[in-house]
Structures are given as C-alpha cells and as structure tokens.
C-alpha cells in the first residue's frame, strides 16, 4: 500500500521539510513507516519523536507517542509531523 | 557599585509630575538593583511603593515608567529589550509590555534605569531627555499624528535625527485600551493597555538622547564571555547548506513535493531565523493546533491549512516584501525586517514584518489568507499605535457576532464581516484607529465591547480579565493555560511558564538549570516546573534580554551579571530574584483586591466542549489542578491571591507583607 508522510519543522536541531509517498506492507504500522523513512532519509525520526514532543498525525488525528506507534496504517494515510521554529 | 563606579546600571532614576511639571531624581543604593534587576522588576517596586491602592490606571495618580533592562547598554548579546510598566487599564491589574529596537538602550546611555512619569498635563506634551537636561515640551502639533509621523516631527523640531522616540497614535490619544506604545517606528510594548495610560496623561512622546557608556565592572571577563557566545551564533551554515540553501530557496515548494529533505545545521537554523523572523513556520503551528483558529473555535487543518491557506501570510510569502534586514540593539540574530507593500490594493513605504502573534491574530483567528490585506492591518497597527494580538481577536469577535445576528450591516457601517473578508478587516481596522462606529467599542477591546453590545456577546469574547489571550493554544500545550490564568498580567504568553517545556521548543534559558521533560497532557505535578520557568522568565525580562536568546540554548546569566555589575550572584539568587519579581507583580494585584478567582479562562480555550477534529481533538484542558499547584509552589494563596507572608519576608519584601497583613 502507499501512504504520505509530511515532516515539517525544527527537530532535533535541524530543519526538515520533507513530503514523500512511502510504499509500504500491508498491515504496517506508524513505527513501521517511521522505520522505513528513517533509513530513506538517514534520521532517526522515531529519536525525534520521542525525544521531543513534535505533533504527530494521521489523516488531522493526533498520536500519542510511543502509545500510539502500533497504529496500523491503511492505503492513502498521510502520516504528518510537525513542529514550529518558535512562535513569538 | 565600587570606589562610586556604578557597573551596569546607571544609578539613577527620573520622575516626572505632568500635573505641576516637577522633574527630580533619586539615586537607589546598589541593593535595589541587586534585589529588582532593572526594567519591571525595578518598576515594580517604585509603583508598588509609591502609587495609591485602587487608583483610576487612567487617573492622574497613575504612574506610567520607561524601564531599560539591566543589560541594556553593555552589549550583552540579545540585551536590547526594555518594558513600560503601569496599571493596566485593560485589566486593572499589574501591567506591562516589553519592546525592542534601541530605546531601552538610549535611557541607559543617557543616564538613566527608569522614567517615571505621574499626574496629568493640561495640555499636549512629550519629554525630552538630552542626557542631563529633561525638559517637557509642547506636543500640541504632535497631537493627531500618527507614531511614526511624531517619531519623524520630533527629531525635525529637535534637529536630532538620531535621538530614539517612544510615543502614542490616536487609539493611544482616544485611551483606546488595546492601544500600544511604539517605539524605533515599529517595535511595540503593546500589551496591557498602556498607550491609554499615556494618552490619559497627555503624553505624546518621550525623546530621549545620551552619549554614555556602560561601565563593566570586569571587562576582560565580560568579552570572554561575550565571544564564547557571539563564537555559537557565528557557526556557519554547512558547506552543502551554505552552497545549496540559497540556490534550492526558490524552488523550495517543488522539493517539498518531491520529497526532498534538507537538514541544515544550528548555523543554518540561525540563519533561517535570522532570515523569517518568528514568521518562519507561522504556517505549521496553523496546522498543528498550536495557532487559536476562528476565534478559538477552529481547526487548523481543517478551517486554514497549512499549504493552501496559512503559507499565503507566512514565511516566504512575506519574505519577498522584506526591504532589508532589522536586528534591535545588540542582537546579532536579527529577526526583524522592514518591509514594503506595494499591492493592487493597499500599499506603505515601511513597516516592520509582522511577527508570529501578528500572523496567528489576524491571520489564523479570522481566517484571513489575503496577504496584502494582512500586511495592511500590520501596518496599521504599527503606524498607529494599536496591539495586534487584540485588535485581531477582537475583529474575530466582531465577525462570530455578526455570524450569529448579533451585529447587523447596520452596526458594522455596511462591512460584511465574514471569516477571511481581507477588505472589510482592514476596514474594521481603520475604524478602531478612529473610534468611528463599531471601531469604537472594539478599540477598547473584546470584553467592553461584549458588555455594551450584549445579546449573549459575551460568548464570543475571548478574553482572560480584560486581556485578548496570546496565539498558543493550551490544548495543544496546557501550560500556557496556567500561564495565562495565573500570572500576576493574565492572557499573556511572554510571562514565562511551562508551556515551551511540553512543546519541547525552548528550554530554560539559563545555563546550569536542566529542563524538565514534561507530559503534555498529565495535569500534575507541573507546579515546580511553571514556577521555575516563571521565576526565570522574570530575570529575562529585567535584564533586558530577548526571550529568543533561548533558541541557541541557555546563556550563562550568572556570569553574564557578575561581569557586568561585580557582584557574587550566584544561580539560587538569580532565581530568588525572579521569585521576588514575580511576588511583587503578585502582590501589587493582591493588593487592589484580585484574586485567582477574579479571571476566568474561557471554555471554548479549555478545549470545553472539546474540539470534533485535528490534533487537538477531544482535548479538555485541567487548567484548575495546575494553576493551583503553581501557586501552592510560589506560596500564594488561591483564595485571597496573597503571597504567604513568611515567604514575603524571606524574599526581603517585609515592607509588601507590612502592606498586605
């Protein structure tokens, strides 16, 4: 199956802006495609998740890290981590 | 201060009565600045001391004070801020605002740690300060000017062209109580109301000149420390960034949909910063719930989504009206800029870019991705005086009643206020600048306006106390909730708290203090973590630093404030200190009768009923269990707002607790 992932934001002292579609197994999970996308992209992103409090969504509904990992995902997901620079 | 040198600060303070013209000055022992820093810290402790109880803020009796950090001046990295500090008439409690660019600065250099001004002139005036000589002079062909037309008359009539000027428009000259003081044509104390407390004052402006240098009690010292951290913000940008950043800028929304993936370093980080402001991804908190939608009541991803909607007003769309670079007093980041619009519809020759608030308040809360619409009301505000977060919460409450039949085309003078209606917004806007119509009862902000207009206005007015609240939402990170319900200067996000700590955004910003780890959603046990982060936030502000210091990590402020003044602080004292700060700001509200029960979080904010959708969906934020942990930790008393009376005397305030018991 194919989901998107979007990253945005200032993680882990970088920025990363990134908006790909992932092909995955069927029945994958979140921590899944966060595993996948962490070798595409050479950053461990399930590190930032869990070392920062990023918002985490699929499809606009929150996850809650780490209870939420074992999410399985479906065909057309759209996986989005976001995380602002600042506010003001 | 040794062998008469005073190191630091200046040692002087000015106070101002309008009401028979009296100048005169006092000279604090180096006590009071070790116990109160400088800006509101010291502002605290003149007003509480010399202002009656119960006082009309817009009274003659009133004090208003222009109050340099004590950094202000020492070229301290990020030291360029400085507060105004009053009675708010917005809320009736303690009220102040902190502004950037060079005034704060320029007080310092003319001799001077505050400008108190009391009473009330019979006609038109603004204060002159050249160094020794403070004069005050007629503003009577200043009077109707808007702020950066005064800024430009001034130093004409002066012919001083490089004096820095703060002064009011007409929202502050009509006591419109969201009006705002500018300063550096641009940099705004806009909160708490204080251009009304000017303008009730018949001050126009105070202009102020100096040529004196900050004495540093150990200068090799201080440039040590000062190079290590100049040496942190001076990383360059990787190679690959610094070659391929500039040239993949332009094309960055194609890579975005290829799937491209940059990872700039911290130097890089410093420069996007440096390049977009706090409107560097202003559109991802639209997304990610941390920017309020419509008037609290929507969904980012949903009502204003971040790729069609929110990027219109927000990093690149706004960088390429960007003239030049802006960077305050001492900062070496530089997040400012000026900008001009030159659009079908409206257009200005100079403004500064909007920050984050600026977007999230106009631009999330209404709905509104017309980005020359935006810029306008940007512009507006600035140009005359006006704080943004209000006015465009309070146009948001505006549009939400005429949505329900609450306000008719007959009130709104024919606009038709629809969510994201970019030119009856400006409109509305230019009518609050000249109190006409409707302008006139949003001029004073939501909570005014909803008790004249009624009908179940009230509903909509988004407001703690008076104060239109600040762009982060406590249901994504709860502790800003606590923040605006329990500081002693309620709705404000700039007063510190525990809420940058859930975010995982900024830590604490002082070396040698480690950063909890906060659960967002767990609602206990946050007590010490919103004290410690409040009692720190304190000794930022009367520094004079900039709260973006702490995007680099925390600065050694101990040794920071040692090299500079020569004293032994040591880091219990620098959170004392700001624990003293705080308990005054506290006491002076507990002192005019305001308790914890005296302001109200709207539900709607509270996540009551909860949101249907998005990230911050069936949230519901327990603001109660942690606001009274919080003043549990600082020892105040929920019921009465009392600071507890031994810890008053432990901080060294027995005069307060004299007071108050």
């Known amino acids: ?88 | 201060m040794a062998n008469g040198v005073r190191y630091g600060y200046s040692g002087k303070l000015i106070f101002v009565n309008l009401s028979d013209s009296k100048i005169s000055t006092t000279e604090p022992e180096d006590e009071f600045y070790r116990k109160y820093l400088g800006g509101y810290g010291i502002g605290a402790k003149e007003i509480f001391d010399r202002q009656p109880i119960g006082i009309d803020p817009l009274g003659e009796t009133g004090i208003i004070a222009f109050l340099p950090g004590l950094l202000n001046g020492s070229h301290t990295p990020f030291s360029g801020r400085y507060t105004v500090a009053c009675k708010s008439p917005l809320t009736g409690t303690w009220g102040d605002a902190n502004s950037g660019g060079f005034l704060g600065t320029e007080i310092k250099k003319a001799g001077y740690d505050g400008i108190f001004v009391q009473g009330r002139s019979p006609k038109p005036v603004y204060i002159w300060v050249n160094g020794s000589d403070i004069e005050i002079r007629s503003a009577k062909d200043l009077w109707g000017k808007d702020c950066f037309q005064t800024e430009d008359l001034i130093k004409n009539e002066l012919n001083e062209m490089r004096i820095r000027v703060a002064c009011i428009g007409q929202p502050g000259e009509k006591l419109s109580l969201i009006s705002s003081i500018m300063n550096d044509k641009g940099r705004a104390a806009a909160r708490s109301g204080v251009g009304a407390v000017m303008g009730s004052k018949n001050l126009k402006a105070i202009a102020v000149k100096g040529d004196m240098k900050t004495s540093i009690a150990n200068p090799d010292e201080f440039q040590r420390i000062r190079k290590e951290l100049l040496a942190v913000l001076k990383q360059k940008p990787s190679t690959m960034s610094k070659i391929m950043g500039p040239l993949f800028r332009p094309i960055m929304p194609w890579m975005l949909k290829r799937g491209i993936f940059m990872t700039p370093d911290v130097g890089s980080m410093v420069e996007m910063f440096g390049k977009m402001g706090t409107s560097s991804m202003a559109s991802v908190s639209a997304q990610c719930g941390d920017s309020p939608i419509k008037n609290w009541k929507g969904v980012g991803c949903q009502d204003f989504p971040m790729r069609s909607k929110a990027s219109k007003i927000s990093d690149d769309s706004l960088d390429k009206y960007k003239v030049k670079k802006y960077a305050c007093q001492a900062c070496p980041l530089g997040c400012g800029a000026i900008m001009k619009l030159d659009g079908e519809r409206y257009s200005y020759e100079e403004d500064h870019r909007p920050e984050y608030e600026n977007i999230a308040s106009f631009g999330m809360m209404n709905l509104m991705d017309d980005t020359e619409a935006f810029l306008k009301c940007n512009e507006i505000c600035n140009r005359n005086g006006i704080d943004t977060i209000s006015a465009g919460a309070s146009i948001s409450f505006a549009i939400e009643c005429y949505e329900n039949g609450i306000l008719t085309d007959e009130d709104t003078g024919g606009l038709k206020l629809t969510w994201g209606n970019g030119d009856a917004i400006v409109a509305l806007m230019e009518k609050i600048v000249c109190r006409e119509g409707l302008g006139d009862l949003l001029a004073d902000g939501t909570r005014r306006a909803s008790e004249v207009i009624g009908k179940g206005a009230a509903e909509f007015a988004m407001h703690i106390g008076g104060q239109e609240i600040s762009m982060h939402d406590p249901r994504l990170n709860p502790s800003f909730g606590t923040t605006y319900l329990a500081d002693p200067t309620p709705g404000r996000h700039t007063a510190g708290g525990a809420g940058f700590m859930e975010w995982g955004l900024m830590g604490l910003p002082v070396t040698g203090i480690e950063t909890p780890k906060l659960e967002r959603y767990i609602y206990t046990g946050k007590g010490a973590a919103q004290a410690l982060a409040s009692n720190l936030a304190q000794t930022t502000n009367c520094l004079g630093l900039c709260i973006f210091s702490g995007l680099l990590g925390p600065m050694p402020y101990v040794e920071i404030v040692n090299a500079v003044t020569g004293w032994d602080y040591t880091l219990e004292e620098l959170i004392t200190t700001g624990e003293r700060i705080q308990t005054l700001r506290q006491s002076f509200n507990a002192r005019e009768g305001m308790t914890a029960s005296s302001f109200q979080v709207p539900d709607r904010v509270l996540g009551k009923p909860p949101l249907p959708a998005g990230p911050t969906a069936k949230i519901t934020v327990d603001i109660e269990t942690m606001a009274k942990e919080y003043y549990e930790v600082m020892q105040w008393d929920w019921d009465t707002g009392k600071p507890r009376k031994s810890r008053l005397i432990e901080l060294g305030l027995r005069e307060v607790a004299e007071t108050l018991y």
Not at chain 1, 4 to 14: M, W
């Open chain 1, 1 to 88: 199956m194919k989901v998107k992932i979007a990253i945005h934001g200032y993680l882990d002292r970088r920025f990363i802006n990134l908006e790909k579609e992932v092909k995955i197994r069927d029945g994958s999970t979140a921590k899944d495609l966060f595993s996948k996308i962490s070798k595409d992209i050479k950053v461990d992103v399930l590190e930032i998740l869990t070392k920062g409090a990023p918002v985490t969504m699929v499809n606009t509904e929150r996850l809650e890290i780490p209870k939420d990992l074992s999410r399985k995902l479906v065909d057309g997901d759209e996986v989005v981590i976001l995380q602002p620079l600042a506010g003001g």
